[in-house]
C-alpha cells in the first residue's frame, strides 16, 4: 500500500507558511519605517495597555509617553 499524502496536513503546513512569510515581509517592512512613525505606533500601543490591562497591586504606575 502506498503512501497517500494528507492534504489536510499538506493544507496546514502550506497554510503556516504563508503566515510566517507575510509575519516575516510585516517585519521587514515596519523596520524601514521611520524613528517617528515607531515612535507613533509605540505611543499608540501603550494607550491600548492602559486602556486594556488593569494595574496590579504594588506595580509602578503606568504612563504613555509625552512626546
Given at each position: ?67
Amino acid at each position: 500500500m502506498k503512501n497517500k499524502p494528507n492534504k489536510l496536513k499538506e493544507s496546514a503546513a502550506d497554510y503556516a507558511a504563508k503566515i510566517f512569510k507575510a509575519k516575516k515581509d510585516f517585519h521587514k517592512k515596519q523596520a524601514k519605517l521611520p524613528i517617528e512613525e515607531k515612535i507613533k505606533i509605540l505611543i499608540e500601543l501603550q494607550k491600548i495597555v492602559l486602556k486594556t490591562q488593569k494595574q496590579k497591586p504594588g506595580e509602578r504606575l503606568r504612563q504613555i509617553w509625552k512626546i
